[in-house]
């Protein structure tokens, strides 16, 4: 699938986000301090990427911390999501550098499901290029739609916010 088809078919679900700036429950709630919410905050903010919390290489996160390969796995994807707007920087060769690596590492280690049934990152696998990658970003979806995770109201952030990079990377 090419990202056009991925934008006509995101468009299809017709999907109801809103105009939330931050995923749902990144502001505040009982995830409020977690990583990835602390680094969405920080993107919202001042459009800072965490690099101090980004590894160089491999993974963007140490899975030490966090208690199973499913929630370690959904907050690196999350992170991944974020990196990818750093394509609109002015880091944009740092970024595009590290969001390749962590890509292909994660399609080397990372089976799409070890994590819950949000697609984080969707775009991000669609834009890689591979036949791998756009099979993983085909996987992240169905496993949303196959778990009944459609009506969630952070899917549904997720994807429109995958079908507006999509299209801004297009643009």
């Given at each position: 699938?090419?990202?056009?088809?991925?934008?006509?078919?995101?468009?299809?679900?017709?999907?109801?986000?809103?105009?939330?700036?931050?995923p749902?429950?990144?502001?505040?709630?009982?995830?409020?301090?977690?990583?990835?919410?602390?680094?969405?905050?920080?993107?919202?903010?001042?459009?800072?990427?965490?690099?101090?919390?980004?590894?160089?290489?491999?993974?963007?996160?140490?899975?030490?911390?966090?208690r199973?390969?499913?929630?370690?796995t959904?907050?690196e994807?999350?992170?991944?999501?974020?990196?990818?707007r750093?394509?609109?920087?002015?880091?944009?060769?740092?970024?595009?550098?590290?969001?390749a690596?962590?890509?292909?590492?994660?399609?080397e280690?990372?089976?799409?499901?070890?994590?819950?049934?949000?697609?984080w990152?969707?775009?991000?696998?669609?834009?890689?290029?591979?036949?791998?990658?756009?099979?993983?970003a085909?996987t992240?979806?169905?496993?949303?739609?196959a778990?009944?995770?459609?009506?969630?109201?952070?899917?549904?952030?997720?994807?429109?916010?995958?079908?507006?990079?999509?299209?801004?990377?297009?643009?």
């Amino acid at each position: 699938m090419t990202p056009n088809d991925w934008i006509r078919m995101l468009e299809a679900m017709a999907m109801r986000a809103g105009a939330q700036p931050l995923p749902p429950g990144m502001g505040d709630g009982p995830r409020r301090n977690d990583v990835d919410s602390i680094a969405w905050r920080r993107w919202h903010e001042a459009s800072e990427l965490p690099w101090d919390a980004i590894k160089p290489a491999g993974a963007l996160l140490e899975q030490g911390p966090f208690r199973t390969i499913e929630v370690w796995t959904e907050t690196e994807l999350a992170m991944l999501h974020l990196l990818e707007r750093g394509m609109d920087g002015p880091a944009r060769e740092q970024v595009a550098a590290r969001l390749a690596g962590c890509i292909e590492w994660h399609l080397e280690h990372t089976q799409p499901d070890n994590a819950t049934n949000r697609p984080w990152a969707l775009h991000a696998f669609a834009l890689h290029g591979s036949a791998e990658a756009a099979l993983y970003a085909q996987t992240l979806l169905h496993n949303a739609q196959a778990g009944g995770a459609m009506g969630d109201p952070l899917v549904q952030w997720i994807l429109a916010d995958a079908r507006a990079r999509l299209r801004a990377r297009l643009s």
